[in-house]
């Protein structure tokens, strides 16, 4: 499958002087269509600023960033309109599904659908939440919703403009581990039905088989998991 985003040579340091925390140091990875990985490392070694980086939220300050095989971000410079490449083709999920309170399950998905200029989509809406095995919670308010539906609510929601990458931050954070290793295996399943590269933060080693590829990050350096390194021998 062709590549959805590749990363060359991100350096990202925040503060100066003594103090200065090098998050990103000489990354680089490639996430093709059609995969699923997991990225692991322990708190503060830089998943989440390299998750912004690729989302275009907060660039790196050197590196650059390549969206279907385009040069992007340039030394943390905006060479397209990443609002727009944001809006229209990228999906985010974080650790709290951060649904709209005062909408209902299938109306945070259609608004979702419109403001990425879909037309149908209250349609659409419908059928992500059935996809996503919650679509008889579609007239639901969030706070009526368990923290395993509200994610799968927010997935949908993710997935509203078919993004060729989903960022996902910590998305099961908050759930046990039967709810967990459930919303990971809807990322694979997202990943290989749809075609779309998906790239998850987690700290949790349960459900690791799910993924296609592991990544693991320490003081802002990348490096593949043992396990790819031991799928390729
Ligand atoms: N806005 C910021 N200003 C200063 N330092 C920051 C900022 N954001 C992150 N850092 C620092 O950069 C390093 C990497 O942070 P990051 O949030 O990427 O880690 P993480 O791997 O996502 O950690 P966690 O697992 O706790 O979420 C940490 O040392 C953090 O303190
Ligand atoms: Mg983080």
Request: charged share 25%; aromatic share 6%.
């Amino acid at each position: 499958m062709s590549e959805a985003v590749r990363a060359v040579a991100l350096f990202k340091t925040y503060g100066v002087g003594p103090s200065a925390v090098h998050a990103l140091d000489d990354v680089n990875l490639t996430i093709a269509r059609g995969t699923v990985a997991a990225l692991l490392g322990p708190s503060g070694s830089g998943k989440s600023t390299l998750i912004k980086a690729l989302g275009f939220v907060s660039p790196a300050d050197r590196g650059e960033v390549y969206f279907e095989g385009r040069l992007v971000v340039k030394d943390g410079a905006p060479l397209a309109d990443l609002a727009y490449l944001r809006r229209r083709h990228l999906g985010f999920v974080f650790q709290k599904a951060n649904l709209t309170s005062f909408l209902t399950a299938r109306e945070n998905v259609e608004i979702a659908c419109e403001f990425g200029g879909k037309t149908d989509g209250r349609k659409r809406a419908r059928e992500l939440l059935e996809y996503l095995d919650v679509a008889g919670r579609e007239h639901s308010y969030p706070e009526m919703l368990s923290g395993g539906e509200q994610q799968r609510v927010a997935i949908a929601r993710a997935l509203a403009n078919e993004p060729s990458l989903i960022l996902a931050d910590e998305p099961t954070a908050a759930l046990d581990s039967v709810r967990s290793r459930s919303v990971m295996e809807l990322f694979r399943k997202v990943a290989h039905d749809r075609g779309a590269a998906v790239l998850v933060v987690t700290h949790d080693h349960r459900a690791l088989e799910v993924f296609d590829e592991l990544y693991e990050m320490e003081d802002g350096k990348l490096r593949p998991h043992t396990r790819n390194t031991a799928a390729v021998k």
